[in-house]
C-alpha cells in the first residue's frame, strides 16, 4: 500500500509540473510564434476564406451541402448503401439541376454529396461552371466577368500533383460583393 | 495528372520523408533512453517532485508507476472539465456532464481520444491546454516509456531492473515530442493552420468557431492521440486546411512509431532486428491502403464525407495511417467510407494497432506478436522458442497471450453486448449491416485506443459512455501490464547464445511468420463479427 501510495504521488507531483511545461508553456510559445510577422499572415482567422457557410439567396455561389448544424462542424456520417440518404442525394441533383437550369447528369458528384467538416470552402470547376449562367443573371454582372472572378478563385492542383484544381466558394463570393 | 498518379505520388514523398528521418530520429530516441545524463531541466523536474533519477525499477514497481502516474492524470482531467465554469477562456461552455467528463477523462489519459462530445460547444480552450493537450504528450509518452521497458527487458541480462518510469517519462516529454511538436506547430501555422484564443469568427454572418488548434494538432498527431480540437477533426479547414499540411500531419503521425524500429534495433545491437518489423507494418501498411483506395475510388460516392482539397488519395490514406497507428483523427467520415472501404479501417484496428501502431505502443504490440510467433514457431520445429537471445518458455508466453487476446475479449464483449440492448438501434446511424459496423468500429476504436469512430452513432447515453470508457482501460492497461511481466522476466534470463537451431529472426521466413501471425490472429478472432458488418455490406 505504502508503494501504491508512493507512486501515485510521485506521479501526480510530475503530472503538475509536465502540466505546467506541455500545458501552458507550449501553447504560449507556439501562440508567440505564431505571431511574428510574415509567419502567418491570418492565425486568427479574421474574414477567413478557409472555410464556407450556407448564405441567404441565390445571388451567390453554392458551397458544397453540408450536414452540419454550427457551431459543431461535422459530415453526414451516411453510409452508401443508406437507401434514405440515396433519395437525399437524388433529391440535391434534382433541385440544383433546376436550379441551374442544366440535365441532371451535368450536376457533378461534389455538388450532392456532405463535406466531411460541413464547412469546405471548395467546389470543382465542373460545379462552378453551371453555376456561372445564375450568379451573371441574378447580379446582373456580365457572364465574362463572372468567369473571370471564377478564374481568379481557383487554385492550380495542391502541390502540382494533388487531386484537381479547386473554386473557393468564399474567396469568389467575397470578389462578388466588391463588383457589384 | 490522373488521380491514381497523383496519390502514388503523395505516398512516395511521404515515404522518402520518413526514409530521410529513420536513421538520425530513431539513433536519436535510442540515445534519449540509454544516456546516463540528465538535462538541467530535467533535474529542475526531478528535484521538485523528489524521484530519484538514478535508481531503477522492478517491472511491478514501474507498471504501479504507469498506473498510478494514470489514475491521477484521469482524475485531475475529469476534475478540469467539472470545474470549467472557474477557468478562463470557457467562453460559456460550462461544467462538463460527468458521463463526458468520466469517458474524456480516460480516453485521452489512454491515448484513445475519442470524443463523445462536441468541442465548439463542449470544451473551452482552457479545458483543451491543461487538460486534452497534457494527456496527448503525457499518453504517448507513457506508451514509449512501456515500449522502452520491453527493449531493455530483451537487452539486459540477469537483473529485476527495467529503469525508471519517471525519468522514461519525463525524457519521453521532454526531449522527444516537445521539440517536435514545437517546430511542427510552427510548420503548421505557417502552412495555414489556425492558432487563436478566441471563441470564434465571423464567417459572412455566422460564427465559426476557433482555437489555439496548431499547438494540439501538432502533439495531436506526433502522439498518434487522434483527439479534434474541432469537431470535424483534421477534417476542419482549421485543423488541416490544405494538401501540404494534411501530407505533413499524415508524416507527423508515422515517424515515431516507425523510427521506433530504429531506436529497437540499435538497442538491440542488430539493426536487421528492426528493419524486419519495419517491413512487416510496412507491408501490412501498404496493402491495407491499396484496399481502402481502391474500394474508395470505385465507391458510388466517393466525395461523401470527404474534403474536396484531399481528394480520394489524400483521404484514404490519411484514413488508413490513422486507423494502422493508434491515432483515431479523421479527415474523412470514416462512417461513409465504403464497406470495404471501412472495412480496412476497422482491420487495421483489428490487428491490434501495430502496423505500425501508436508511439510505444506499436513497437510493444508488435514485440509480443514476435513472441507468439516464435511460439508458434517452437511449437512447429518441437523446440523451445527464442527471440532475441530470451528463451520463451511458460511465463512468457503466457503474459505475451493475455497482452494480445486483451482487446479482442473486451472488444466482442463489449459489442455483443450493446448489440443486444433494447437502446442501441435507435443510437445507430445507418440501418442494416452498416448499423453492425458501426458498433463494432466504436469498441474497435474504444479497446484499441485508437479513437476514431463511425461518427454517425450516438454514443452520448450512460451505457455507451461508461461500457466504451471501461473498454478504452481495459484495453490499454491489461496488455500493458502484461507487457512489463514480460520485460521482467526476460531481463532476469541470462541470454542464450545463437547456436545451429537458432531460428534467424532478421529474414524473410521470419518477417512472413510474423506478419502471418498478425494476420491469422486476427482473423481466427474476428471473421465472424466481420462477414456480419463490413463484409455483408461490400458484398450488397
Known amino acids: 500500500m505504502n508503494t501504491v501510495l508512493k507512486q501515485t504521488l510521485a506521479g501526480l507531483r510530475i503530472l503538475l509540473v509536465l502540466t505546467v511545461i506541455t500545458g501552458i508553456l507550449y501553447p504560449t510559445a507556439v501562440w508567440a510564434v505564431s505571431r511574428l510577422p510574415g509567419l502567418h499572415p491570418n492565425a486568427e482567422a479574421t474574414n477567413t476564406t478557409l472555410v464556407a457557410v450556407p448564405r441567404d439567396g441565390t445571388g451567390w455561389f453554392f458551397p458544397r451541402p453540408s450536414a452540419a448544424t454550427l457551431p459543431a462542424s461535422g459530415g453526414s456520417n451516411k453510409s452508401e448503401v443508406n437507401t434514405d440518404y440515396t433519395a437525399t442525394i437524388a433529391q440535391r441533383r434534382t433541385e440544383i439541376a433546376h436550379r441551374e437550369g442544366v440535365a441532371e447528369d451535368q450536376v457533378p458528384e461534389d455538388a450532392v454529396t456532405a463535406s466531411a467538416s460541413g464547412l469546405d470552402p471548395d467546389i470543382s470547376p465542373a460545379y462552378a461552371a453551371i453555376q456561372i449562367p445564375r450568379v451573371a443573371r441574378e447580379t446582373g454582372l456580365p457572364l465574362a466577368q463572372v468567369r473571370s472572378l471564377v478564374s481568379e478563385a481557383t487554385t492550380p492542383r495542391p502541390l502540382g500533383f494533388i487531386g484537381e484544381p479547386l473554386v473557393n466558394t468564399t474567396h469568389l463570393n467575397h470578389l462578388l460583393t466588391t463588383s457589384r | ?540
Not at chain 2, 321 to 342: E, F, V
Not at chain 2, 429 to 448: F, M, Q, R, T, V
Open chain 2, 1 to 540: 495528372m490522373s488521380d491514381t498518379m497523383a496519390g502514388l505520388l503523395q505516398v512516395g514523398l511521404l515515404v522518402v520523408a520518413l526514409a530521410v528521418v529513420y536513421r538520425p530520429f530513431g539513433d536519436y530516441m535510442a540515445r534519449v533512453y540509454t544516456g546516463s545524463k540528465h538535462s538541467r531541466v530535467e533535474r529542475a523536474v526531478y528535484r521538485f517532485t523528489r524521484v530519484d533519477p538514478d535508481s531503477e525499477q522492478r517491472w511491478g514497481n514501474y507498471a504501479l508507476g504507469v498506473l498510478g502516474f494514470s489514475v491521477v492524470g484521469v482524475v485531475l482531467l475529469y476534475l478540469l472539465q467539472r470545474l470549467q465554469t472557474l477557468l478562463p477562456f470557457n467562453y460559456g461552455r460550462g461544467a462538463v456532464a460527468p458521463g463526458v467528463a468520466f469517458n474524456t477523462a480516460i480516453s485521452f489519459v489512454t491515448n484513445t481520444n475519442w470524443q463523445s462530445y462536441v468541442p465548439e460547444t463542449t470544451m473551452g480552450h482552457s479545458v483543451q491546454l491543461l487538460g486534452l493537450t497534457v494527456q496527448n504528450f503525457l499518453s504517448g509518452a507513457v506508451g514509449m516509456a512501456v515500449a522502452m521497458a520491453l527493449v531493455r527487458g530483451f537487452v539486459r541480462q540477469r537483473t529485476d531492473r527495467l529503469g525508471n518510469f519517471w525519468v522514461d517519462l519525463t525524457r519521453g516529454t521532454i526531449r522527444i515530442l516537445l521539440p517536435v511538436a514545437f517546430l511542427f506547430a510552427i510548420v503548421l501555422v505557417a502552412l495555414g493552420v489556425v492558432m487563436s484564443f478566441k471563441s470564434g469568427v465571423s464567417v459572412d454572418g455566422q460564427t465559426v468557431a476557433t482555437a489555439p488548434v496548431a499547438s494540439q494538432e501538432a502533439i495531436k498527431e506526433l502522439g498518434t492521440n487522434g483527439g479534434g480540437v474541432l469537431n470535424a477533426n483534421s477534417a476542419h479547414p482549421f485543423e488541416n486546411p490544405n494538401a501540404w499540411t494534411n501530407l505533413v500531419e499524415i508524416f507527423l503521425i508515422l515517424v515515431i512509431p516507425v523510427c521506433l524500429t530504429r531506436t529497437f534495433g540499435t538497442m538491440v545491437g542488430n539493426r536487421k532486428q528492426g528493419h524486419v518489423l519495419l517491413g512487416v507494418m510496412g507491408a501490412l501498411w501498404a496493402a491495407v491502403l491499396a484496399v481502402i483506395w481502391a474500394a474508395e475510388a470505385h465507391g458510388l460516392r466517393p466525395l461523401e464525407g470527404k474534403e474536396l482539397r484531399f481528394g480520394i488519395p489524400g483521404s484514404a490514406l490519411f484514413a488508413n495511417t490513422t486507423t494502422a497507428t493508434s491515432t483515431g483523427a479523421i479527415n474523412a467520415q470514416h462512417d461513409s467510407l465504403t464497406g470495404l472501404g471501412g472495412g480496412g479501417t476497422l482491420l487495421n484496428m483489428l490487428f491490434g494497432e501495430m502496423t505500425p501502431g501508436g508511439v510505444g505502443t506499436g513497437l510493444y504490440s508488435i514485440l509480443v506478436m514476435a513472441v507468439i510467433a516464435m511460439f508458434l514457431a517452437g511449437l512447429m520445429v518441437g523446440r523451445t522458442p527464442e527471440y532475441l537471445g530470451k528463451k520463451l518458455g511458460k511465463r512468457e508466453v503466457t503474459a505475451a497471450a493475455i497482452a494480445i487476446l486483451a482487446m479482442p475479449t473486451v472488444m466482442l464483449i463489449g459489442s455483443g453486448v450493446a448489440a443486444v440492448l433494447p437502446g442501441t438501434t435507435s443510437a445507430l446511424n445507418n440501418p442494416g449491416a452498416h448499423g453492425l459496423s458501426e458498433i463494432l468500429y466504436a469498441y474497435a476504436s474504444a479497446s484499441n485506443n485508437n479513437g476514431s469512430a463511425f461518427g454517425g452513432i450516438t454514443v452520448t447515453s450512460d451505457w455507451f459512455q461508461a461500457s466504451l470508457g471501461v473498454c478504452m482501460a481495459l484495453g490499454r492497461f491489461i496488455p500493458i501490464i502484461a507487457v512489463l511481466a514480460l520485460a521482467g522476466s526476460l531481463a532476469a534470463q541470462r541470454k542464450v547464445p545463437v547456436s545451429a537451431g537458432t531460428l534467424p529472426t532478421t529474414g524473410p521466413v521470419f518477417a512472413s511468420m510474423l506478419g502471418g501471425s498478425v494476420v491469422l490472429v486476427a482473423a481466427l478472432t474476428f471473421v465472424p463479427a466481420l462477414a456480419l458488418g463490413p463484409i455483408a455490406e461490400a458484398l450488397q
